[in-house]
């Protein structure tokens, strides 16, 4: 993940752990054990403040960046946490598991907040649309994925074939 305040990049280790590397010497600014198992994704809050993990440890964590301390979690989950991410306010983080499910949960308290999706198959990518209206999943296994709004329930067949999606400020 790209720092967006910082010349950084923040990578996700096979070991659990998190570097920070700085851009500018290419040399490893920080490293912190975050998880038990294999980092699957890190993303940053718009703020770069926080940074949010998804792990096969089967959690997820939001991170301060400047203590290098959990923030909220570990956000338990029924298997694999494949993707998270952060509404562009903060407030929120969706986070996607290995049992196909979606889940939001607030960021400050690290509490679900009882939305959940029952996806088709395992989703492997989640986001937010630039306004925080939709979710945006995809599961590469199958090619597959959706743009729902946050109160629809995704249709059981999507036949949008993805790669990527890329929502411009």
Same mark, same amino acid.
């Given at each position: 993940?790209?720092?967006?305040?910082?010349?950084?990049?923040?990578?996700?280790?096979? &070991?659990g752990?998190?570097?920070f590397v &700085? %851009?500018?010497?290419?040399?490893?600014a920080h490293? @912190?054990d975050?998880?038990?198992?294999?980092?699957?994704?890190v =993303?940053f809050a718009?703020?770069?403040l926080?940074?949010a993990?998804a792990s096969?440890? @089967?959690?997820?964590s939001?991170w301060?960046v =400047?203590?290098?301390q959990?923030?909220?979690?570990?956000?338990?989950?029924? #298997?694999p946490v494949t993707?998270?991410?952060f509404s562009r306010?903060?407030?929120?983080l @969706? =986070?996607?598991d290995w049992h196909?499910?979606?889940?939001l949960?607030? %960021?400050?308290? #690290?509490?679900?907040t #009882?939305?959940?999706w029952? @996806?088709?198959?395992? %989703?492997v990518?989640c =986001?937010f649309?630039n306004?925080?209206?939709?979710i945006? %999943?995809a599961?590469v296994?199958?090619?597959?994925g #959706?743009?729902?709004?946050?109160d629809?329930?995704?249709?059981s067949?999507?036949?949008?074939r993805?790669?990527?999606?890329?929502?411009?400020?």
């Amino acid at each position: 993940a790209l720092s967006p305040i910082s010349p950084q990049i923040t990578l996700g280790l096979e &070991d659990g752990s998190v570097t920070f590397v &700085d %851009t500018s010497s290419y040399t490893i600014a920080h490293r @912190m054990d975050a998880h038990d198992q294999s980092i699957n994704a890190v =993303t940053f809050a718009s703020d770069g403040l926080r940074l949010a993990t998804a792990s096969d440890d @089967m959690t997820a964590s939001v991170w301060d960046v =400047t203590s290098l301390q959990r923030f909220a979690g570990p956000l338990e989950h029924v #298997g694999p946490v494949t993707a998270v991410s952060f509404s562009r306010d903060g407030q929120l983080l @969706m =986070t996607s598991d290995w049992h196909k499910k979606v889940h939001l949960w607030r %960021t400050e308290s #690290g509490r679900a907040t #009882g939305d959940t999706w029952l @996806m088709d198959r395992e %989703t492997v990518f989640c =986001t937010f649309s630039n306004d925080d209206a939709r979710i945006v %999943t995809a599961d590469v296994v199958f090619q597959k994925g #959706g743009l729902y709004g946050r109160d629809e329930v995704p249709p059981s067949s999507s036949e949008a074939r993805i790669h990527s999606f890329y929502f411009k400020s």
